[in-house]
């Protein structure tokens, strides 16, 4: 019975972490189970731990959520700039 349980974790873990390595290969613009191009976006939430947006597809009813972080800084204007 463990047995079934902890595999049945392990099987979604890894169906999971296919599902998140097709979205980023797509950069998320694109439903990681049907490859439906124009999935529903909703307004990203900025929190101090990261950039949420929520994501539904309504041609496979999934919905899941894109995770973004900061990569860098640009257009930065400053007196204290030499
Ligand atoms: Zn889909």
């Known amino acids: 019975m ?3 349980e902890n595999n049945v974790v392990s099987l979604r873990k890894k ?3 296919r599902l998140e390595d097709r979205c980023l290969a797509k950069q998320g613009t694109q439903c990681p189970v049907c490859m439906n191009e124009t999935p ?3 307004i990203p939430d900025v929190t101090e731990s990261g950039v949420y947006m929520d994501v ?3 041609n496979c009813d999934t919905s899941w959520q894109n995770v ?3 990569t860098g800084i640009q257009s930065v204007e400053s ?3 030499p």
Do not use: G, I, R, V
């Open 40 to 42: 529903e976006t909703s």
């Open 15 to 17: 169906a999971l972490e």
């Open 79 to 81: 007196p204290t700039l």
């Open 56 to 58: 539904y597809c309504s």
């Open 68 to 70: 973004y972080s900061l």
């Open 2 to 4: 463990k047995n079934d």
